[in-house]
T-cell receptor
Framework: GAGVSQTPSNKVTEKGKYVELRCDPISGHTALYWYRQSLGQGPEFLIYFQGTGAADDSGLPNDRFFAVRPEGSVSTLKIQRTERGDSAVYLC????????????FGEGSRLTVL | GDSVTQMEGPVTLSEEAFLTINCTYTATGYPSLFWYVQYPGEGLQLLLKATKADDKGSNKGFEATYRKETTSFHLEKGSVQVSDSAVYFCALETQGGSEKLVFGKGTKLTVNP
């Protein structure tokens, strides 16, 4: 596709369950970002990949959160033992490394933890 | 740490009114500054940017000038349209190589015909 694709668009789960959120970036974009947006807030940085490696994971809130990008394209954000406070919209963005600040965002995956 | 403060919303205007959304920032050094927009049902997209002091970013009739002395990047448009209804986010890029963006909380704009 032409844009960043995220699945699922909506996910409802119970507290304590494991969740995976998928991001398919724009073809050829080597940089990939995950952000989290809570209601009434701006997006908050979680993790940044350059190729296959996590170049900056300083935004991950705790060790329940983990992300991978094994082939340098699709990325998966994994959340273990979900808590109600994890409820938010998880945004993925990709960019060409030469484009300062121009991130291309997906529509997000809305996670609700009951 | 780096942060962005933007005008709280929501903002409601009539078509053809003048728009200002205030944005100020706190950062180490001289970051690049951005306005992103989120239209209903769509992902965030870049509206405009400025990479150094006194630069003016512009797009779709919107403008913002990078003011180092006041650490501000206010968004303006002379005559808004119904189609401008969206949520607007001010952001800065942290320095250090990861192109990490720090966003404000967003301002929801509704333009009525």
């Amino acid at each position: 596709g032409a844009g960043v694709s995220q699945t699922p668009s909506n996910k409802v789960t119970e507290k304590g369950k494991y969740v995976e959120l998928r991001c398919d970036p724009i073809s050829g974009h080597t940089a990939l970002y995950w952000y989290r947006q809570s209601l009434g807030q701006g997006p908050e940085f979680l993790i940044y990949f350059q190729g296959t490696g996590a170049a900056d994971d300083s935004g991950l809130p705790n060790d329940r959160f983990f992300a991978v990008r094994p082939e340098g394209s699709v990325s998966t954000l994994k959340i273990q033992r979900t808590e109600r406070g994890d409820s938010a919209v998880y945004l993925c963005a990709s960019s060409l490394t030469s484009s300062t600040g121009e991130l291309f965002f997906g529509e997000g995956s809305r996670l609700t933890v009951l | 740490g780096d942060s962005v403060t933007q005008m709280e919303g929501p903002v409601t205007l009539s078509e053809e009114a003048f728009l200002t959304i205030n944005c100020t920032y706190t950062a180490t050094g001289y970051p690049s500054l951005f306005w992103y927009v989120q239209y209903p049902g769509e992902g965030l997209q870049l509206l405009l940017k400025a990479t150094k002091a006194d630069d003016k970013g512009s797009n779709k009739g919107f403008e913002a000038t990078y003011r180092k002395e006041t650490t501000s990047f206010h968004l303006e448009k002379g005559s808004v349209q119904v189609s401008d209804s969206a949520v607007y986010f001010c952001a800065l890029e942290t320095q250090g190589g990861s192109e990490k963006l720090v966003f404000g909380k967003g301002t929801k704009l509704t333009v009525n015909p």
